[in-house]
């Protein structure tokens, strides 16, 4: 989103590409609300890629928008920061165009006029097309010639931002990045009369921040190197961060949207539209037959493709227009689906939402919009709340939970909603369990006859349904023979995939032979590591002394599960067979779960690793580091031994074989219940 985008990416500028927005990259003088930085001298001992003796990055609200203004002048001190000089200017029209005021070189005591002898080159338009992105920006670059290691580069531009979707209500950010080259730095935030936004700062910057009548600075030099809390939640990773917004809460937020996506959601009298929800009604009695069934038209008839033109990027796309051209992005295919259940009767409302994991924390944040990146539909059907993401495929039903365990959401409403935190919780199944059914029976020295199958869910089992459904059973085939045979596949015979809907999950089968790695541990002893059944020994949460030792340690959630059978030889006794003890603990907010059993003929195994506690608080850590050196990572090995001498194990545990249960069902032996418990407790 607008604000959010450009200042991240100039903030970046000394180091990176310089991107701006509209038709021509055009030439004029610094604007008077710029005062540049005086420049620091260059140490004789500088050393490093360059040496910044000056950075700027100002950005002014007026009566337009946002001007955001980046000026530098950086000694190149090694041949790898040469591609410094290639600038590289990506603009929007709807925002303006960018204004260059000077490419300096300064070579000694000369000073060369970059722009005298070389010009913006336009290379290309709707360069994210195969992104499936349309947003109309154009692409422009200038190679600085003749750029040398002990040269000093100096670049002043100014570009604007300003989305006709926020009217006059501009947010952002401004931050340092966390290890920035030696130098002199300076971030600024200046306004016309009348036009202070709420402010709000990370502590690291209260300390630096300067504030004026009309605008605050935050100057430094030579700042040091800021590393992150290590394994902190990531809320707590935001350092020299300045935030700014005109919005006053997140209700105005939900107000401002709100009404854009009623508009682009009315049907003229008519629209085709509503002869399709007439169809939907009419094959559908029941309201969420007909939410799933308008659904999957949104999905399946409305390709994907991001568009950002004319009004910006925040503006939704009539339905009808979505409809008309077959294509939309979130925005449109939202504004679709929630013309089909109005007219379908069916309450419903857009939700913001970030897809990338950002929003933890968010609701301490200014209210600024361009902390969501996407935009979903939230109904009401019987009583219940069910999310709808006509961005997803065709096989993604309306669901009590969101494919996207989102920490924060915005709902969308006339009079203005709050940020609603959703409470996370353990995972009920797990989001990957892989199945290998391993027929021994010929022998030891003969291939076995394996069968694995593999179960995703969430958004990796949407993205294999995305990878596989295309292909032909033969394609499948021959691909996965390409793939895996030849190491520890002899033969692949048979693939099968299906996606089941019910379970919401990707199942992908495949049979065929295995050369077994049978261990000759004595004489006639044999010994064999189950696939999916070791652990890997979690790391001590420790940070280094100079960070806050009081700060609470996070682990990603995730749920996976392994459980693989073992047919064994026929001339061999089952009591000769014995294998690694199993275990049950808890460590870190995850629990740890390994069973086996032997019956039937066969050696059974689970192995369950899920995370019941995504935080925990340093002095939990602190006790667990105690317990990481009796943590067993060991393998999961069976053994066989024709001299007898095998007992059973009493605490053996009655687990299922990978042919006993259907292991797509909601409830599957993944952890043991003492697990279960534990994570209830908490």
């Known amino acids: 989103m607008r604000t959010i985008g450009s200042i991240m990416l100039v903030a970046a500028l000394a180091q990176a590409p310089v991107h701006a927005e509209d038709e021509q990259v055009r030439r004029g003088p610094v604007p008077d609300w710029v005062v540049p930085s005086a420049l620091m001298p260059v140490p004789e001992d500088a050393s490093g890629l360059l040496f910044v003796r000056r950075q700027d990055i100002l950005v002014h609200l007026d009566a337009q928008g946002q001007a955001h203004y980046l000026g530098y002048r950086t000694r190149i001190l090694h041949s790898n920061a040469l591609p410094i000089g290639n600038i590289s200017i990506a603009w929007n029209p709807v925002s303006g165009p960018p204004v260059v005021h ?28 195969e992104a499936a992105m349309l947003d109309g920006v154009l692409t422009a670059v200038l190679r600085v010639p003749d750029l040398r290691v002990g040269d000093e580069i100096e670049v002043a531009l100014t570009t604007r931002a300003n989305d006709p979707t926020l009217a ?57 190197i800021m590393t992150p809390p290590k394994d902190a939640p990531p809320r707590l990773q935001w350092q020299r961060v300045v935030e700014y917004s005109d919005f006053a809460d997140w209700s105005a937020v939900s107000r401002h949207f709100a009404p854009l ?143 996207v365990p989102y920490r924060w959401v915005l709902p969308l409403s006339a009079q203005g909603s709050a940020i609603e935190q959703r409470v996370w919780k353990p995972a009920a199944t797990p989001d990957d369990i892989a199945l290998y059914e391993i027929d021994a029976r010929a022998g030891f020295d003969v291939p076995a006859r394996v069968t694995n199958t593999s179960i995703k869910r969430g958004i990796a089992g949407l993205q294999q349904q995305v990878q596989l459904s295309g ?39 495949i049979r065929g032979t295995w050369d077994i790695d049978w261990d000759k541990d004595t004489r006639f002893g044999r010994s064999y590591s189950l696939p999916g059944g070791g652990f890997v020994a979690p790391a001590k949460r420790i940070r280094p002394p100079d960070q806050d030792q009081t700060l609470p340690f996070y682990s990603k ?53 899920r995370v019941d506690s995504p935080e925990i608080d340093a ?14 990572n060991s393998m999961a090995w069976i053994f066989y031994s024709p001299d007898g001498g095998a007992r ?35």
């Open 102 to 129: 000077m490419i300096r070189v300064h070579r000694g005591g000369e000073t060369i006029d970059v722009l005298e002898k070389a010009s913006f080159e336009i290379l290309r338009r709707e360069d994210q097309l």
């Open 168 to 224: 006059k209500n501009d947010s952002g950010l401004l931050f340092l990045v966390a290890s920035p080259p030696p130098g002199r730095f300076r971030l600024g935030l200046s306004w016309d009369e009348g036009l202070k936004p709420h402010i709000r700062m990370t502590p690291d910057m209260t300390t630096v921040a300067r504030p004026g009548a009309g605008g605050i600075d935050f100057p430094f030099d030579n700042p040091a």
């Open 261 to 403: 996506f009623a508009k682009a959601a009315q049907l003229p009298g008519e629209s085709p539209l509503k002869e399709e929800a007439r169809r939907i009604a009419a094959a559908h009695p029941r309201p969420l037959d007909r939410a799933a069934a308008a659904l999957k038209l949104v999905q399946q008839d409305v390709r994907y493709i991001y568009v950002g033109l004319g009004t910006g990027n925040l503006a939704p796309a009539s339905a009808e227009e979505t409809w008309q051209r077959r294509y939309g992005d979130c925005k449109g295919k939202t504004a679709l689906l929630l013309a089909l259940l109005a007219e379908l009767g069916i309450a419903a409302e857009p939700v913001l939402v970030n897809n990338q994991g950002a929003d933890d924390g968010l609701d301490a944040r200014l209210a600024n919009p361009g902390l969501f990146d996407h935009v979903l539909v939230r109904a009401r059907i019987d009583g219940a709340l069910y999310w709808l993401d006509g961005t997803l495929p065709p096989v993604a039903i309306p669901a009590a939970e969101p494919a």
């Open 471 to 509: 292909l032909t059973p033969d394609q499948m085939l021959a691909g996965l023979r390409q793939e895996i045979v030849g190491s520890l596949w002899q033969s692949v015979d048979e693939v099968k995939w299906r996606y089941d809907q019910k379970a919401g999950a990707s199942i992908l089968t």
């Open 557 to 609: 959630p995730e749920f996976d599960c392994s459980v693989t059978t073992v047919r064994l030889p026929s001339a061999t006794d089952p009591a000769d067979w014995t294998h690694k003890s199993g275990f049950d603990t808890q460590i870190f907010g995850k629990n740890y779960y390994r069973a086996f059993d032997i019956r039937d003929g066969a050696v059974r195994m689970i192995r369950g690793l």
């Open 619 to 632: 002095a939990s850590a602190r006790q667990d580091n105690a317990r990481v050196a009796a943590f067993d």
């Open 648 to 682: 059973p194990n009493p605490g053996r545990k009655a687990v299922p074989a990978t042919y006993d249960i259907d292991w797509t069902a909601d409830a599957v032996p993944c952890l043991s219940p003492a697990a279960i418990s534990r994570a209830a407790a908490r």
